[in-house]
């Protein structure tokens, strides 16, 4: 885009609900944004000018930064409503604060550089819906017993992941996915066999001989998509 300025902000009412600002040729300052302080959802890709005006949107509910660098999510502690969080590339790589943030019930990780470390990711007691995709540095999971609401994980290209034990410490998980995961043999799965609540299960392991034997090792049917209850696990 060739949006040289957020002037034009002044003249949507002080009341908006949402705004998405996308890639333009050169950053944009943000600080228009802090006018805007009932915002529940926000987008921003490429746009690091001014970013500390996160910490005034109090509101926000749902935000997605794609391509912002943070040093770490201390902007972020301020956002109590915040229920669903998207960060997607970029260098974003200290989570230590993740579990004082908001109240998460959505988390969603994609190529983020260098990102090695996702413990925190276990810690949320609030969390309903994980989709961890193409971070080459993970190579473990957290347990995550503590994660009591945890209903559907999501694993794509995670391809330092063997281990899927953490995964069976769900105890309310309901639904697997595993997209890309051609490192992971069919009895790598077999630690989630008797999971009391896990009733749906898709694994892609590179193969169609390999995803009929993970299939049939696990006798459960595949996970059926639906955007609905994607939006209700953010913002119920």
């Not at 690091?48 to 660098?69: C, I």
């Not at 994609?110 to 996702?118: A, Q, Y």
């Not at 790598?188 to 896990?198: F, K, M, S």
């Amino acid at each position: 885009m060739n949006l040289e300025s957020l002037d034009g902000l002044r003249h949507l009412p002080e009341s908006l609900r949402g705004l998405g600002l996308g890639a333009t040729k050169r950053q944009l300052d943000l600080r228009p944004l802090e006018r805007f302080s009932g915002l529940k959802w926000l987008y921003l890709e490429k746009q690091q000018k001014g970013v500390d005006v996160l910490s005034q949107l109090t509101e926000l509910e749902d935000l997605t930064l794609r391509s912002v660098t943070l040093p770490d999510l201390s902007l972020l502690l301020p956002l109590g409503s915040l229920r669903s969080l998207d960060i997607k590339l970029g260098g974003t790589n200290d989570l230590g604060l993740l579990p004082r943030v908001g109240r998460l019930r959505y988390l969603e990780r994609w190529r983020i550089r260098g990102l090695s470390d996702v413990s925190t990711v276990g810690s949320l007691p609030h969390l309903r819906h994980l989709f961890l995709q193409t971070l080459p540095h993970v190579t473990a999971l957290p347990d995550f017993g503590e994660a009591r609401v945890l209903r559907r994980i999501e694993l794509e290209t995670m391809k330092g992941i063997r281990d899927l034990a953490p995964i069976a410490a769900a105890p309310a998980l309901e639904e697997l996915l595993l997209h890309d995961m051609p490192q992971l043999e069919p009895d790598d799965l077999r630690p989630l066999l008797g999971h009391p609540t896990l009733r749906a299960a898709t694994p892609s392991l590179g193969g169609i001989k390999k995803n009929a034997e993970a299939r049939a090792l696990l006798g459960l049917p595949d996970v059926e998509f639906d955007w609905r209850w994607q939006d209700e696990q953010r913002h119920e």
